[in-house]
């Protein structure tokens, strides 16, 4: 598999509180020229990216994020909002207080309303990982399946873990034919990047994955081969 094949899976990622513009804006610079699948953006950024001059990445931006409890208004306006600035894609975080309360028909009906708002656009849900159990992560595949929402995602970033190969063999195991899987948090190397998409992965969100195969290439490992 070549850096390039690799990049076309990835969301090039700069959530980080305190991103500045300049630091947004090389983010772009960096999705355009190697060809990553979006840049995933908070979404005060999202209207700045799109009124760009020239060629744009695909802009990708987080709803709920990172913790997930705000209320589902909020995360339909929101998700509505970005949209209508210029995201082709929208990655929201589940509210898990109600995973923990037992409540996954309140978390369907959540994905639904938010999938509803986001309409045609790609709707990726986040369900942290890190904090489920077995029996949650299953459930959960079921409830991102039934409301309809495009990917299962793992991870914020922000949480006590991320992705493992164990959870995306899972997630393949109950989630329906028409949601595909991201794989975030955590990714670190050439190998995790590879064995993520060897798993089924169609995307993988990683701040790092132009720094980490610029260094394998460096290295003597083939880029484009």
């Known amino acids: 598999m070549n850096a390039c094949e690799i990049l076309s899976h990835v969301d090039h990622t700069l959530l980080r509180p305190t991103a500045t513009w300049p630091e947004i804006q090389s983010l772009c610079i960096e999705a355009i020229a190697y060809q990553t699948a979006s840049v995933c953006v908070p979404p005060c950024y999202v209207a700045p990216i799109a009124a760009l001059p020239g060629k744009k990445p695909v802009i990708c ?20 909002t970005a949209v209508a600035q210029g995201a082709s894609e929208v ?11 037992g409540d996954f028909v309140c978390v369907t009906r959540e994905i639904a ?20 159990t077995q029996e949650e992560k299953i459930a959960l595949c079921r409830c991102v399946t039934e409301a ?6 793992t991870s914020t970033g922000f949480g006590t873990g991320g992705a493992t190969l164990e959870d995306i063999r899972l997630f393949r195991e109950h989630i329906g034919a028409n949601v595909q899987m991201k794989a975030s948090g955590g990714i670190r190397t050439r190998e995790d990047m590879e064995a993520y998409l060897r798993e089924g992965c169609t995307r993988l969100g990683t701040s790092s994955a132009i720094q980490i195969l610029a260094d394998c290439a460096r290295q003597g490992q083939p880029y484009a081969e």
């Open 61 to 80: 931006t987080v709803i709920g994020f990172p913790l997930g409890y705000d209320s589902t208004a909020a995360k339909v306006e929101g998700a509505r």
């Open 91 to 101: 990655d929201m975080v589940i509210n898990l207080t109600d995973v923990k309360n």
């Open 113 to 132: 309303a938010v999938k509803e708002a986001v309409g045609s656009h790609l709707l990726k849900v986040i369900i942290e990982t890190c904090c489920l």
């Open 148 to 153: 309809g929402a495009d990917f299962i995602k």
